[in-house]
């Protein structure tokens, strides 16, 4: 192998093209000489790595110290195992010009290696520079090490383009992981022209040479033909020689396909096996699958302890969707304390991973200013980086920052346009958001029938507004004409949906017998529903049953709870109700100071009849 020619960081000339004065944290500090040298003696004797390293490049320069070399060397040695990476650059610099060591070309490249890893700049420059020497020199493998480490920016620049020629004189070589690694670019367009044929050949090529993460996205072609006739059973084939070999990603794809029955049979316990092999082989993607298995209890008992560990296994290993996950367990408090700010932490390093749901749940916390400072700006620019990754519920959440105004320019018809996005997308709320700007007319023209159909398409896609929305237009008959019928099966659609109005509207129909017959006991249940469910009509109306026994024996008392948890809700019927308990001392202690409050609260709500 040939020596590559490195400048030595502790001659004064940096890797990086530091000039001396010009230092990385933890180089040689500018005390007086003698008190330097003394302080840092002292302190690389009680352990501290940056005071060997500081030592360490002062021997090595004859910097306030004799000029030695050997000494320096063992000093670098000690920083480094210690931690600190430039005492690991520094003696892989050493190493790799023979000055103070022995020459060992390999042992260089290991020490840039962990230096780089540990966050020195001039560990990765030394270490690329090494790598691309030995790579001009033919050392395929390294080709296509480095060609991964330029496409993934681990230290240096990204740079797919780069990478993608590294990987091609790696493949040209002979190293068959350089041809896979090159087939992904292809099929992605990183880097080069997207060409799935190419890609396919590539992957075959790196098959046939046994390198099994080719057979396994050979098998992914297969499996969704392209480049290539489907063949699933073809796909199965090699998803399990490439998993038989070792592979995580295969045992992965394998698991994949039994999972969702793509092929073959929905056999989830054969998922799970397969999934725990990819996992304990390394492929964090088979321990974030393993790990929603067991969250949601599919295919495995449920096991929340189970499932949070797979997930941080899974992010620590930079799986971002494991991230997000985590991050939503932590905010809720599922099987964990509720912890906001752990919550916004994970998100954000789901989000800096590329994983759009991370940015979109970060925006949430910031949004609401959980587990981080409230920042309405800061959530608009994250829900727009979402929404333009092809997120659909950010584009909803932005839409609604734009109709308030919030965080950004106040913008109604900006906001509607991100709603009808969101809606082609799929996300029902989206649909339903601009169905309802466009029946109220807010910002914009009002148009019935875009928002009948909005309504519609938010309803059968499963939004519950949506569904209780468009029962409002058929029962009230302004725009379309009355359908008492499918009104009612509309509010049950929505009231089945969680959605509390829902259950308000097909209380009030059951109640008053419009377009059914009367039925006061119907109606008490589905008030109940509406008024757990955080509508307070529904607390008032269920109130007003409780204190005229109707469906339901007379209870003034438990009725005086319901119209104050209206109250609170700042509904002023509920108030006013309230009132007139406390007026008359029906079943609370009458009280006229509480009654007049109660009555002038509700007046402020909007109820005329209770101003003086």
């Not at 004189?169 to 041809?179: E, I, S, T, V």
């Not at 752990?342 to 991370?358: N, P």
């Not at 757990?532 to 607390?539: A, K, N, R, T």
Request: hydrophobic residues 35%; charged residues 25%.
């Amino acid at each position: 192998m040939q020596r590559a020619v490195i400048a030595l960081a502790w001659l004064g000339l940096s890797a990086c093209g530091s000039e001396p004065g010009d230092r990385e944290p933890g180089e040689h500090p500018a005390e007086a000489p003698v008190q330097a040298l003394a302080l840092n003696r002292a302190a690389c004797d009680k352990g501290e790595p940056l005071a060997c390293y500081n030592l360490g490049w002062m021997y090595a320069n004859g910097a306030d110290a004799p000029k030695q070399p050997a000494r320096a060397a063992a000093l670098f040695e000690r920083a480094c195992d210690g931690g600190a990476a430039l005492g690991c650059a520094d003696l892989g610099a050493m190493y790799n010009s023979g000055i103070g060591v022995e020459h060992d070309a390999e042992r260089a490249e290991q020490l840039f290696e962990r230096a780089c890893t540990g966050g020195a700049t001039r560990g990765c420059e030394s270490l690329v520079s090494v790598q691309d020497h030995q790579c001009t020199g033919g050392d395929a493998t390294v080709c296509t090490k480095l060609g991964w480490r330029i496409a993934n920016g681990t230290g240096v620049p990204k740079d797919p383009s780069h990478a993608a020629q590294l990987y091609r004189r790696g493949c040209d070589g002979g190293n068959a992981l350089g041809c896979s690694n090159l087939g992904t670019m292809y099929e992605n367009g990183s880097g080069v022209t997207k060409d799935i044929a190419m890609a396919f050949g590539l992957y075959q090529r790196a098959c046939d040479h046994n390198e099994n993460l080719g057979c396994t996205n050979l098998g992914l072609l297969y499996a969704d033909g392209r480049g290539v006739k489907k063949n699933v059973a073809k796909a199965l084939e090699l998803h399990d020689r490439a998993c038989e070999a070792g592979e995580g990603l295969g045992c992965y794809n394998l698991g994949w396909m039994y999972a969702q029955g793509n092929g073959v049979k929905v056999d989830r316990k054969r998922a799970e096996k397969l999934y725990r092999e990819a996992c304990d082989g390394g492929e964090m993607s088979g321990c974030y699958n393993l790990g929603w298995m067991y969250e949601k209890g599919q295919g495995v008992d449920q096991d929340l302890e189970e499932a949070i560990e797979l997930y941080k296994k899974a992010c620590t290993g930079n799986d971002a969707m494991a991230c997000t996950n985590l991050g939503i367990l932590y905010r809720n408090g599922r099987g964990v304390p509720k912890d906001p700010a752990r919550a916004a932490k994970l998100h954000e390093r789901a989000c800096d991973g590329g994983e759009i749901l991370g940015c979109y749940n970060l925006a949430l916390l910031y949004e609401a200013g959980e587990g981080v400072t409230k920042d309405e700006e800061r959530a608009a620019k994250l829900h727009q980086r979402a929404c333009d990754a092809g997120a659909a519920s950010a584009c909803t959440a932005l839409g609604l920052l734009f109709a308030d105004g919030r965080g950004v320019t106040k913008d109604v018809r900006h906001a509607v346009e991100l709603h009808e996005l969101a809606c082609q997308r799929g996300e029902p709320l989206g649909c339903t958001n601009a169905g309802w700007t466009y029946e109220n007319g807010k910002g914009i023209p009002k148009d019935q029938a875009k928002a009948l159909a909005l309504y519609k398409r938010g309803c059968d896609a499963g939004s519950a507004l949506g569904c209780t929305n468009l029962g409002v237009i058929y029962d009230t008959g302004v725009t379309v004409p009355h359908d008492y019928p499918l009104a009612a099966k509309l509010y049950k659609k929505g009231c089945d949906g969680h959605e509390p109005l829902g259950c308000y509207n097909l209380a009030l129909m059951h109640e008053n017998g419009q377009g059914m017959p009367k039925n006061a006991r119907q109606a008490v249940t589905l008030y109940r529903l509406g008024c757990d469910g955080g509508e307070p009509l529904s607390c008032n109306n269920l109130g007003i049953m409780y204190a005229g026994g109707k469906g339901i024996p007379k209870d003034v008392e438990y009725a005086s709870s319901l119209y104050q948890r209206a109250c609170d809700k700042n509904e002023a019927l509920g108030c006013y109700n309230l009132s007139l308990l406390y007026e008359a001392g029906d079943h609370v202690l009458k009280d006229p100071a509480r009654a007049k409050q109660l009555a002038e609260r509700a007046c402020a709500l909007g109820h005329t009849s209770s101003c003086p």
